[in-house]
């Protein structure tokens, strides 16, 4: 069975957001609303909504999924590996490595700004990446509306979990990507020596929000990323994924498999 794919959005967005690098993926793909966002505005964001919507798309795709997510996305995707580790065959975590620094003190206000005024916060949301990604990715950004009055439970919520912890926790493979201009991987030494299994991923010459402007090339990271787990004798033999419990892999290597350019 092809592992599948559940595909985390990130914050203020929805999970249409992923339909561009959905259309180009080999492995079977499940991009779905967190709380407060797309179809579930409205709701309230907790960390324990989350990974239990994320848990629950897991089943609905048969009980193991790859799980990777963008920011917002890419914190929760860690919380559900932590959560649910048995669930979550692997993890993509992906411009979501910083902790607190000064810059997330600036993203805090800026989300408390944007909660007061939701309505201001979505236009100048609307403009910023309608400015920044190609019209394909942008389109898919605006399909699901924004949900800006969502973003201070959102940062509370991720500010108060511990991402090391999890991913000290975590048995299965991870990888972090990031974007080689983008301030969110701050602390990426940081995690990645938390991880048992871990390896960096730099896509060069991308931001934060750019990552999206180059479906190609994430949909070519995660059907790498599922595929490689699928290969795994744990997988071939139907044993969970905490069969390597205790292992230490930690890499920062080139695979030219996972992109074309730059270096991991």
């Known amino acids: 069975m092809t592992l599948p794919i559940v595909l ?14 959905q259309d180009r993926l080999h492995h079977p793909a499940h991009a779905i609303d967190l709380p407060g966002h797309g179809t579930r505005r409205g709701e309230r964001f907790t960390l324990d909504a989350a990974t239990q919507a994320v848990a629950d798309a897991i ?25 649910f580790p048995e669930r979550v065959a692997g993890l993509v975590a992906i411009g979501c490595t910083a ?5 997330n003190r600036a993203f805090r206000a800026a989300a408390g700004l944007a909660g007061r005024f939701p309505r201001q916060a ?8 309608r400015y920044v990604l190609p019209s394909e990715a942008a389109q898919a950004v605006f399909d699901g509306g924004f949900a800006c009055a969502a973003m201070p439970d959102v940062v509370h919520a991720i500010a108060a979990h511990d991402q090391l912890a999890a991913l000290r926790a975590y048995p299965g493979k991870v990888w972090l990507i990031n974007g080689d201009r983008d301030p969110f991987r701050a602390d990426e030494q940081t995690f990645l020596t938390a991880c048992r299994d871990g390896q960096i991923v730099h896509l060069p010459r991308t931001g934060h929000v750019t990552t999206l402007a180059d479906p190609d090339r994430l949909a070519r990271l995660l059907d790498h990323a599922a595929g490689s787990i699928q290969a795994m004798p744990s997988r071939r033999s139907g044993l969970v994924l905490n069969a390597g419990h205790g292992a230490d892999h930690r890499t920062r290597v080139h695979d030219p498999r996972l992109h074309h350019h730059g270096a991991a």
Do not use: C
Not at 8 to 21: E, Y
């Open 8 to 21: 985390l959005h990130g914050i203020r967005l929805s999970r249409t957001m992923w339909q561009p690098v």
């Open 59 to 83: 089943d609905a795709a048969g009980g193991q999924a790859l799980v990777a997510g963008l920011s917002m996305g890419g914190y929760v995707a860690i919380a559900t590996a932590e959560r």
């Open 99 to 103: 902790r607190n620094s000064a810059m």
């Open 122 to 129: 979505d236009k100048l949301s609307a403009v910023a990446f």
